[in-house]
C-alpha cells in the first residue's frame, strides 16, 4: 500500500509538472485584461491589419478566437517583421502558418520555421507565394523546380496566373 502511495503521488506530481510546463510554453493573455493605456503603452501593434499580432518586450502574440492572443514561443520580438497572417520572419528564420498545429493539443507555435530560407532576402508575394534569393516557396513549402529569377504573379483582366519561365504553376 505504501509503493502504491508513493507511485500516486510521483505520478501526480509528474501531471502537474507537465501542466505547468505546457500552460507557461502556450500561455494566451486577454486583451481585455489589459487596459488600452497598457496596450499603446507597452504593447506594439504589428502588420499591416494591426488586429493580428502584438508584441511587448516578453514576446510576440498572435490573436485567437475571442479575446486571447497567444504567445508566439521563439519568436524574437526586436527583431520579428510580419508580412501578413501567414509569414513572418526574425533574426533566427522565417516562419508560415501552420493550419496543422491549429487545432492540436500541442505546446508548439503555431508559426513552422522555414527550414533553408535566406531570412535577408525572403519577400512575401501574393496568394501564399513567398521567395527568397534562391528558392520559390508555396504556403511555407518549397516550390520545388521553380525558377527564381522569372516567378511572378500577374494579375490581368481579373484572371491570375503564377507561372515562372519554364511552368504556369496556377490560374484562376
Do not use: C
Not at 493539443?105 to 508559426?111: G, L, M, Q, R, V
Not at 527564381?148 to 504556369?168: A, C, L, P, T, Y
Request: charged share 35%.
Amino acid at each position: 500500500m505504501v509503493m502504491k502511495n508513493k507511485i500516486f503521488k510521483v505520478l501526480i506530481i509528474a501531471i502537474l509538472s507537465a501542466n505547468v510546463v505546457y500552460a507557461e510554453s502556450s500561455r494566451k493573455i486577454r486583451i481585455s485584461d489589459v487596459p488600452m493605456s497598457k496596450i499603446e503603452e507597452d504593447y506594439k501593434k504589428l502588420g499591416d491589419r494591426e488586429d493580428l499580432f502584438i508584441k511587448d518586450k516578453n514576446g510576440v502574440y498572435k490573436y485567437s478566437y475571442g479575446d486571447t492572443a497567444q504567445k508566439l514561443n521563439g519568436i524574437d520580438p526586436k527583431t520579428v517583421e510580419v508580412f501578413n497572417k501567414f509569414y513572418l520572419k526574425d533574426k533566427n528564420g522565417v516562419y508560415y502558418f501552420d493550419m496543422n498545429k491549429l487545432n492540436k493539443f500541442s505546446s508548439d507555435n503555431i508559426f513552422s520555421k522555414i527550414e533553408g530560407a535566406d531570412i535577408p532576402s525572403f519577400v512575401q508575394l501574393m496568394f501564399g507565394y513567398a521567395k527568397d534569393k534562391d528558392k520559390v516557396y508555396f504556403e511555407g513549402k518549397e516550390l520545388k523546380g521553380a525558377d527564381v529569377k522569372s516567378f511572378k504573379i500577374i494579375i490581368s483582366n481579373g484572371k491570375v496566373i503564377v507561372k515562372d519561365k519554364n511552368k504556369i504553376y496556377k490560374e484562376f
